[in-house]
């Protein structure tokens, strides 16, 4: 069955980097897309950009725009999300979730909790 | 950038009632590219509805998608407790994806 398991929770400083790992398994890696999504406490859902597994083609929201990477290691079927210079405001759960079809996300990883704080 | 507005933001009924949840897009937008989302505490999203009106894999018919153009409608038809939830629409059209606001399932 289809799986996208994420890296566990982590604590950082404002002005630190973030490395977010999205395991999938249950299909062929390469065959679809990523999307991360984020959603900070009792708040909606923010998209943050897409990855290409394939080609590694990334497309980036404009609100992140020179703070996030996404990149992909075809080898462990992994997709990562980078977010540098951490604010409180980063503070959030960060979910990679799989692109149907040019349509919408069918399979969500179970979310990481990004918490910054001094 | 197309933004959606759900309304109510919250909507207290009781099991078994129908529930009616409304999205709205500031342009018109293709059916094709509007899709719903159930979120419960602590969980993922879950995808229920793709294409306006085609319900994803293993979700049950009591859950239907309507609508074209600006005005989206999601409805359940006879609420279970395990439908109490949060419930987002989504367009489909990067960049960027964009979600409504959601709109809170409550038990009355």
């Known amino acids: 069955q289809v799986q996208l398991v994420q890296s566990g929770a982590e604590v950082k400083n404002p002005g630190a980097s973030v490395k977010v790992s999205c395991k999938a398994s249950?299909?062929?890696?390469?065959?679809?897309?990523i999307h991360w999504v984020r959603q900070a406490p009792g708040q909606g859902l923010e998209w943050m950009g897409i990855?290409?597994?394939?080609?590694?083609?990334?497309t980036y929201a404009e609100n992140f725009q020179g703070r996030v990477t996404l990149t992909r290691d075809t080898s462990a079927s992994t997709v990562y999300m980078e977010l540098t210079s951490l604010r409180s405001e980063d503070s959030a759960v960060y979910f990679c979730?799989?692109?149907?079809?040019?349509?919408?996300?069918?399979?969500w990883g179970q979310g990481t909790l990004v918490t910054v704080s001094s | 950038e197309i933004v959606l507005t759900q309304s109510p933001g919250t909507l207290s009924l009781s099991p078994g009632e129908r529930a009616t949840l409304s999205c709205r897009a500031s342009?018109?937008?293709?059916?094709?590219?509007l899709a719903w989302y159930q979120q419960k505490p602590g969980q993922a999203p879950r995808l229920l509805i793709h294409?306006?009106?085609t319900r994803a894999t293993g979700i049950p018919d009591r859950f239907s998608g309507s609508g074209s153009g600006t005005d989206f409608t999601l409805s359940i038809s006879r609420l279970e407790p395990e439908d109490f939830a949060v419930y987002y629409c989504?367009?489909?059209?990067?960049?960027?994806?964009?979600f409504g606001g959601g709109t809170k399932v409550e038990i009355k």
């Open positions: 979730a799989r692109d149907w079809n040019d349509r919408s996300l069918d399979y």
């Open positions: 249950g299909y062929v890696f390469t065959t679809y897309q």
């Open positions: 990855i290409n597994p394939s080609g590694g083609g990334t």
């Open positions: 342009q018109s937008v293709r059916s094709s590219y």
């Open positions: 294409d306006a009106s």
């Open positions: 989504q367009h489909y059209h990067w960049p960027p994806v964009t």
